[in-house]
């Protein structure tokens, strides 16, 4: 299940957002400002963040900046009220994968959720793949993935068994390296 952090300074945004993402089957976690989003992001690593771009102390764009100078590289979609060509071209210019106007046709904010969480998924694949060697598309090797992600996400002990030349080290290493002490 995808965790998205939704961050709004609005009660009722987060309220009737997360309850719809909620019945979509996401596990939604909810922050009033910037600064509570940038606790809770760093606490436990969100799969998407979706943000309101102004609030009051850390806006939303100033939450994205703060997230990527820590290493944090989560896909964000913005959303706002008070919506500008200049402003949605400097969003996405500074990463944002998407940028929406409230109110908000969750329709469009479902299938961007969709859209942004699939080629997310596909790009952490990749790069298990990539960075370690791991090679394979398979779909053992597909489940092997996903349980790298997840072991990774938990920052429990983990015990890799297996015979000599089967990649454990390899495994040790994509889990290290997806970890939050990577």
């Known amino acids: 299940m995808s965790l998205i952090l939704l961050v709004d300074d609005k009660a009722n945004i987060l309220t009737v957002m997360g309850g719809i993402l909620g019945r979509e089957g996401y596990e939604v976690e909810t922050a009033g400002d910037g600064r509570e989003a940038l606790a809770k992001a760093v606490r436990r690593r969100p799969d998407l963040i979706i943000s309101d771009v102004q609030m009051e102390g850390l806006g939303g764009v100033e939450l994205f900046h703060a997230l990527s100078a820590r290493s944090m590289d989560v896909p964000f979609i913005f959303i706002t009220a008070y919506a500008s060509v200049p402003e949605a071209v400097s969003a996405i210019r500074a990463g944002a994968v998407d940028y929406l106007t409230k109110p908000v046709d969750y329709r469009v904010l479902k299938n961007a959720i969709r859209r942004v969480l699939v080629c997310a998924k596909e790009r952490q ?14 779909p053992p090797m597909q489940a092997l993935y996903e349980r790298i992600e997840a072991v990774a996400a938990s920052g429990a002990t983990v015990l890799i068994r297996g015979e000599n030349g089967t990649g454990k080290e390899l495994i040790a290493r994509a ?7 990577a």
């Not at 694949?125 to 398979?138: A, C, Q």
């Not at 889990?175 to 002490?181: M, N, V």
Request: glycine letters at 10%; hydrophobic letters at 25%; zero cysteines.
């Open 125 to 138: 694949r990749s790069e298990i793949s990539e960075e370690r060697f791991l090679v394979g598309s398979s």
């Open 175 to 181: 889990i290290h390296s997806k970890g939050p002490r």
